[in-house]
């Protein structure tokens, strides 16, 4: 069980395109999801958290206009990197914690991000 | 907000030894401490984890040891295998000002030598 699926897996898109990562928990109602940025051979920087049907909450630094979240159900939330540039290539990983309160985050296998 | 420090960056020991691992964190009112382990471009996988209310937790050859009043807590692995070799992330999830966030450490690179 708690099982967290990303899409796509990896995606090379031209600076000024917007891309779409989706993140869904497979066989878990995932009231809260996390997203994060990893660089290599770095720790987890979150981004964002975001809950089931509110606004996502942003980190100190990350623009919002620029990485849109939206958790539209309980088991997806999409992290849209509006007109990319090179320097938002990156690994992105989210992560989902269920119901019920428990602690317990579950990542999804990441997407790796490259802008031409 | 949390501060998460990790040490030692990277860990290098021979097949059979033991491996330790620690964190310190700054806010008293973190009450969970997951750790992860990360292998080369995959997901964060949970080891194990610790709440606030025990002060040690075994699975197997690995376990946690949390020590509140100090705040700090350290990763223990026995007998290591080659197949151990990876990244490992503590994290500490907040208290009330930074509920529901885990702030993760900076990762320590374990290399276990056959």
């Known amino acids: 069980g708690a099982v967290v699926s990303q899409h796509p897996s990896w995606v090379i898109c031209k600076s000024g395109t917007s891309v779409k990562i989706e993140c869904r928990s497979l066989?878990?109602?995932?009231?809260?999801m996390f997203w994060y940025r990893q660089f290599p051979k770095q720790s987890l920087m979150l981004m964002a958290t975001s809950n089931e049907g509110s606004k996502a909450t942003y980190e100190q630094g990350v623009e919002k206009d620029k990485f849109l979240i939206n958790h539209a159900s309980l088991t997806l939330s999409t992290l849209t990197v509006t007109s990319a540039h090179p320097e938002d290539s990156s690994f992105y990983i989210c992560?989902?914690?269920?119901?019920?309160?428990?602690?317990?985050?579950?990542f999804g296998p990441g997407t790796r991000l490259t802008v031409l | 907000g949390e501060n998460v420090e990790q040490h030692p960056s990277t860990l290098s020991v021979q097949e059979g030894d033991s491996a330790v691992i620690k964190c310190t964190y700054s806010d008293s009112a973190s009450n969970y401490f997951p750790w992860y382990k990360q292998e080369l471009g995959k997901r964060p996988q949970l080891i194990i984890d610790?709440?606030?209310?025990?002060g040690e937790k075994k699975d197997q050859r690995i376990a946690v040891t949390l020590n509140k009043t100090a705040k700090h807590f350290s990763l223990h692995i026995t007998e290591t295998q080659p197949e151990d070799s990876a990244v490992y992330f503590c994290a500490a999830r907040g208290g009330m000002i930074n509920a529901g966030k885990s702030t993760f450490g900076d990762g320590t690179t374990l290399t276990v030598k056959p």
């Open positions: 992560s989902a914690r269920g119901d019920g309160g428990r602690d317990t985050q579950y």
């Open positions: 066989d878990f109602q995932a009231t809260t």
């Open positions: 610790i709440r606030s209310n025990v």
